[in-house]
Structures are given as structure tokens and as C-alpha cells.
């Protein structure tokens, strides 16, 4: 009997964790299923924008319009990006997300001149110079386009690890960045306020 309480505990942690490995799997199982009801809404048009106004404190008009995903039901109810968004984030897939936002938010800009947008992506996104060279690729001939846009950075990322994913990726096309407006990174979240930065390439990396 002595040694029976040294096998309860043992026994109980193992339970224990066979529980939490079961919430993992289960979690995954979610994720995976919310995946590919956003997939087969991205194939059948289904991904839409809602446009909040984002308004300057110091004039009290509006600034610019910020793009929020939505997902449209086969039924027709809307669904909130953060209903679905966080989950392909712990997927690893906000890559794909990301892209079809940029290339729509491109899209609205060339249809209405007289507008600012603004997206928002991950930090991880902001690092990665595939979707670094897909934005050159869409703007690099509209530097008025460029001007109306403004990038949204999720999460806190350090600034030295987007100016070097910046220039790794703009080796061929450096003067489209040079015309990209501001990209907001949050300071602090908590209370919503942002700090600015704008990277210009120099002189000898630009072609």
C-alpha cells in the first residue's frame, strides 16, 4: 500500500495527457474542417470585403477604409474573418489568406482611384518575400495606386526582419516599394495605437 499513491499520480497524469494530446487532435480536426469550408468559399466567390472607416483624430475625417474579410454562407449568412482566420493561422496557411486580400484590396483601389485602403497581414506574411514580390508585382507600374495603399502589420514583428525581407525580394523592382505607403506596425495593441514605418531602398540596391 505504501507505494499505491506514487501509481495514482502516475496514472493520473497519464490521463492527463492522453486528454490534452485527444483536445489537440480534436482542435486540429476543427482547424482543418474550417479550412476547407474557407477553400471552397474562396473557389466559389463566396470572400468578400467589409470596409470600416479608419478617421484621423487630428481632422476627424476619414483617413481610409480598412478591408475585413468576410465569408459568405451557402445560405447567405455572413461569417467574421475572426470566426475562421485564427484557425488557418494555426494551420500554418494565412499565406493564402493574405494573398487573396492583397490582390483584391489591389483590385478595389483600381476600381475606385479616388479612395485609400488598408489590409491587414500577418508577420509572418510581412517576412515573406514570396508575398513581398506578388505586391511589387501588382503595383510596380501604378505608383499612384501604391500611394492609396497601407499595409497592417497583426502582430508585433521586428522591423530589421521586414526591411531584409524587403530588400531580398525587391532586388528587380526596388522603385515600386519606394512608392508603397505607410506600413503600420502595433506598439500597443492593447490600446490600439500604431507607429509607422516606411522603407525606401537606397541607392544601390534600387535598379
Not at 103 to 111: G, I, M, Y
Not at 123 to 139: F, K, M, Q
Amino acid at each position: 500500500m505504501a507505494g499505491s499513491g506514487g501509481a495514482d499520480v502516475s496514472w493520473r497524469d497519464e490521463k492527463v495527457g492522453q486528454s490534452q494530446t485527444q483536445v489537440r487532435y480534436d482542435r486540429r480536426d476543427h482547424n482543418v474542417s474550417i479550412l476547407a469550408t474557407v477553400r471552397a468559399a474562396l473557389r466559389d466567390d463566396r470572400l468578400l470585403f467589409a470596409f470600416q472607416p479608419v478617421v484621423c483624430a487630428t481632422t476627424g475625417k476619414v483617413d481610409y477604409f480598412e478591408c475585413l474579410l468576410r465569408m459568405r454562407e451557402p445560405e447567405g449568412g455572413i461569417v467574421a474573418g475572426g470566426e475562421f482566420i485564427t484557425a488557418i493561422e494555426q494551420l500554418g496557411f494565412i499565406g493564402f489568406i493574405d494573398g487573396y486580400v492583397l490582390k483584391q484590396t489591389v483590385q478595389e483601389l483600381s476600381n475606385y482611384p479616388e479612395i485609400r485602403l488598408g489590409l491587414n497581414i500577418s508577420s509572418l506574411t510581412a517576412c515573406d518575400g514570396r508575398w513581398l514580390r506578388s505586391l511589387i508585382l501588382l503595383i510596380r507600374s501604378q505608383p499612384d495606386l501604391a500611394r492609396r495603399l497601407i499595409v497592417e502589420i497583426t502582430e508585433t514583428a521586428a522591423l530589421q526582419d521586414i526591411e531584409e525581407a524587403a530588400r531580398s525580394s525587391m532586388h528587380c523592382s526596388t522603385q515600386a516599394a519606394a512608392s508603397l505607403s505607410t506600413i503600420l506596425v502595433p506598439a500597443t495593441p492593447r490600446f490600439g495605437s500604431f507607429r509607422s514605418w516606411q522603407w525606401t531602398p537606397s541607392r544601390s540596391t534600387a535598379h
